[in-house]
T-cell receptor, first 109, second 111 residues
Framework: GIQVEQSPPDLILQEGANSTLRCNFS?????LQWFHQNPWGQLINLFYIPSGTKQNGRLSATTVATERYSLLYISSSQTTDSGVYFCAVRDTGRRALTFGSGTRLQVQP | EAEVAQSPRYKITEKSQAVAFWCDPISGHATLYWYRQILGQGPELLVQ????????DSQLPKDRFSAERLKGVDSTLKIQPAELGDSAMYLC?????????FGAGTRLSVL
């Protein structure tokens, strides 16, 4: 099946700093979503971005499907951004999402 | 805003007991998924429904796990008997237009 690798696995930032999270995948995809999992375990949709670039406030994402990677940018980080960020993809042969192992972000005041 | 509802939020049970989790997807979403998330890992699919039909249960441990969606709306996931290794977060999701929306999950602890 498709492989999804996220980097870095852990990231510690000071409040106000910017960061870039990366997601590499091993095959063609027709769906890519970024999620934020809060400390209570809820997975919150950030972006549905199988290709192209989107922005939502301090967050933006870019997927280059032909090169099999996606990037999530967080600008001016806040303590509430802390949690685990997951990239999940769906390849053309499957209907469910395959998740990466996540990037654990800690934003310190 | 419509949400995927799950209950209970937390469940503590003893080994060899039966447990059940319930999920009500967002209204109108025909596709429903159950995922299991072990601590420190990403969620992994257990079973996927299209309306009331199972379309993928290849990763469901069928000797102890069962899932149903009788009327094509809400769904129940059951474990009988529970084992220590079943301790995890159980997440339900529904999808529309290719986008999956997740519920808050049920955190299961097996003692």
């Amino acid at each position: 099946g498709i492989q999804v690798e996220q980097s870095p696995p852990d990231l510690i930032l000071q409040e106000g700093a910017n960061s870039t999270l990366r997601c590499n995948f091993s095959d063609s995809v027709n769906n890519l979503q970024w999620f934020h999992q809060n400390p209570w375990g809820q997975l919150i949709n950030l972006f549905y971005i199988p290709s192209g670039t989107k922005q939502n406030g301090r967050l933006s994402a870019t997927t280059v499907a032909t090169e099999r990677y996606s990037l999530l940018y967080i600008s001016s980080s806040q303590t509430t951004d802390s949690g685990v960020y997951f990239c999940a993809v769906r390849d053309t042969g499957r209907r469910a999402l395959t998740f990466g192992s996540g990037t654990r972000l800690q934003v310190q005041p | 805003e419509a949400e995927v509802a799950q209950s209970p939020r937390y469940k503590i049970t003893e080994k060899s007991q039966a447990v059940a989790f319930w999920c009500d997807p967002i209204s109108g979403h025909a596709t429903l998924y159950w995922y299991r998330q072990i601590l420190g890992q990403g969620p992994e699919l257990l079973v996927q429904f299209q309306d009331e039909s199972v379309v993928d249960d290849s990763q469901l441990p069928k000797d102890r796990f069962s899932a149903e969606r009788l009327k094509g709306v809400d769904s129940t996931l059951k474990i009988q008997p529970a084992e220590l290794g079943d301790s995890a977060m159980y997440l339900c999701a529904s999808s529309f237009g290719g986008i999956q929306y997740f519920g808050a999950g049920t955190r299961l602890s097996v003692l």
